[in-house]
């Protein structure tokens, strides 16, 4: 089937704006993690969302950041009041089994965001 | 906290060469090691993963990696590497009670003709 699918592909917005990323996990997957991927800070874990337990939100680099999964499917991530350094591909994740330690997470293909 | 290091950030390597990427980790409890890949202009997959048994493992197209617990190590290996191996390669762990994963920084293996 299909896989993970993440949109815009490219987001650029101005400092102070709000934005809105998507992700699409594979369907059936009941675990969905959100990482971002910078020059500076390389691969980081956001937060992570298991079926309809309350998600691990240890990731996240401030309250600016939020991310909801509605009917344990699509999931949104926003950021408010964006600043430069929030530029960075933001990469979204699914995998099955409950997302047991050691199961394949599947990635899309990352929102490129570019904050000026 | 788990933590990963991948301890060179640029290998270039001639075709047919072997290339070792070097991975070292570090945690408290017992880990499950993996290395992704990340083609230019697409997106990480999987290459290959430790779980548990046997402390070597392989992928269909060539690449192995040793689980050593006593060095806490998980390098990538390829006997002869081809130029479509270029690619940015990442290893990461996670953890029984961690299911994010936790990723190096990043080794940028480039395949010289």
């Known amino acids: 089937g299909a896989g993970v699918s993440q949109s815009p592909s490219n987001k650029v917005t101005e400092k102070g704006k709000d934005v809105e990323l998507r992700c699409d996990p594979i369907?059936?997957?009941?675990?969905l993690y959100w990482y971002r991927q910078s020059l500076g800070q390389g691969l980081e874990f956001l937060i992570y969302f298991q079926g309809n337990s309350a998600p691990d939100k240890s990731g996240l680099p401030s309250d600016r950041f939020s991310a909801e999964r509605t009917g344990g499917s699509v999931s949104t991530l926003t950021i408010q009041r964006t600043q430069q350094e929030d530029s960075a591909v933001y990469l979204c994740a699914s995998s099955s089994r409950k997302g047991a330690s050691g199961d394949e997470q599947y990635f899309g293909p990352g929102t490129r965001l570019t904050v000026t | 906290a788990q933590s990963v290091t991948q301890l060179d950030s640029q290998v270039p390597v001639f075709e047919e060469a072997p290339v070792e990427l070097r991975c070292n980790y570090s945690?408290?409890?017992?880990?499950?090691l993996f290395w992704y890949v990340q083609y230019p202009n697409q997106g990480l997959q999987l290459l290959l993963k430790?779980?548990?048994?046997?402390?070597l493992v392989e992928s269909i197209n060539g690449f192995e990696a040793e689980f050593n617990k006593s060095q806490t190590s998980f390098h990538l290996r390829k006997p002869s590497v081809h130029i479509s191996d270029t690619a940015e390669y990442f290893c990461a762990v996670s953890t029984r009670s961690a299911r994010q994963l936790t990723f190096g920084s990043g080794t940028q293996l480039t395949v010289l003709p």
């Open positions: 430790y779980l548990s048994g046997s402390t």
């Open positions: 369907s059936g997957h009941t675990a």
């Open positions: 945690s408290s409890v017992s880990v499950y």
